[in-house]
């Protein structure tokens, strides 16, 4: 089910309503959704696929609103029924009549829905819309969730209700307890970057054709857009986000919410591949990008595009590979040998090499010690490089346990746990990392004071 109309018209509002959370940019600047928007979404008993396009436009040849009239299109033609919303209170303009002289070759999968009818203010345009030869429109306001029961009566002619199955299925849940890394998930993969270092191509080229748009001007992607897909018959969710700008340079409000959209997506993510330019490979704010991923825990790989600048000046090149190695050390020092993938998305060359990288990450990040190695490991720790003292007294490591995957987190039982120090915490991480093959991916390590057996409760 595709929902396409002019620009600003409430298509993306119509998409959030209909999914029932806020999947898509909503914002008054017409033009805000450029791609094509995939989510599953149901109204009373009818399940669907909703697609949210971007705004139609008569623009021809290879401007941007021409690309994303040929996606637009596309979704139409894909789909079994087609949502042509206008705007009632605006009243019928000459770009929803040149519309409506396209899709009337479609008709019988068009539906005609006047959006913004809440009130008397979208009357006449409700009137003004019988003129286009689309059958009786459907008076909706997508922001007030008026008008979908007349809306679900229109979709049920196209889809079949879902059978009533009494008790109601459990979901899949989302939690990052769960001890067994079930097969069918979809693994969450987001392609994150700066503006224009060319995360939608490395998706395109991934997937084998063309599911996001592209070309040449920065900043195109403003929704986080998600494609599935599959490697080597694992399910994967590619996540194709907005450029991340540094924060001071960050000025409209669109741009914004759509960095704010990246934000959510990295801390929803499994794995974050953060795309780098050749041209630029140890930028700032490429680094402030990966900062966020560890601090999520969330597992990174670094994507380097854009080689094939490098492959004429091989000097050049070995001093930006050595400096970008240098300064993710420095910069992360608690997450060593981060693992980086060189390639060009644009031709394709190397991009072989990424997804082994990102599954062998993956199955870092989900790694899982087991209680009596840890242990045995902690004794050798003491013995090798003992805790200082604190006071005149020996600080004593009692016991240590794995709390968690994904990422990796450890809690160990100190006798004087604000006395230990950071310095010793480290050492112990390191080792935790060299010793059980945990490279490239965020640790946790807390500490917590044994429960005295003797103490009695406390009495309110």
Known sequence: MAIVGRPNVGKSTLFNRLVGKRRAIVDDTPGVTRDVREAPAQLGDLAFTLLDTAGWETAGGEALEARMRRFTERAIDSADAVLFLIDARAGIVPLDESFAGWLRKRAAKVILVANKCEGRAGQQGLAEAHGLGLGEPIPVSAEHGEGLSDLHDALSQHIEAMPDEGDEEEGEGDGEEDEAVDPKRPLLLAIVGRPNVGKSTLLNRLVGEERVLTGPEAGITRDAIR???EWKGR??????????RRRS??????EAASVA??????????????VLDAADMADKQDLTIAGRVIDEGRALVIAVNKTDLLADDQANASRAWRKLADRLEASFAQVKDVPIVGFSALSGRGIERLMPAVFKTYDIWNKRV???KLNRWLREMETLHPPPLAKGRRIRLRFMTQIKRRPPTFVLQVSQPEELGDDYLRYLMNRLRDDFGLPGVPIRLTMRKPRNPFARPSRR
């Open 227 to 229: 494609v599935e897909w």
């Open 235 to 244: 399910p994967i969710r590619l996540v194709d986000t907005a450029g991340m």
């Open 249 to 254: 340079r960050i000025e409209a409000k669109l």
């Open 261 to 274: 959209d990246t934000l959510d997506t990295i801390r929803l993510a499994d794995i974050v591949v953060v």
């Open 370 to 372: 087991p209680t009596p």
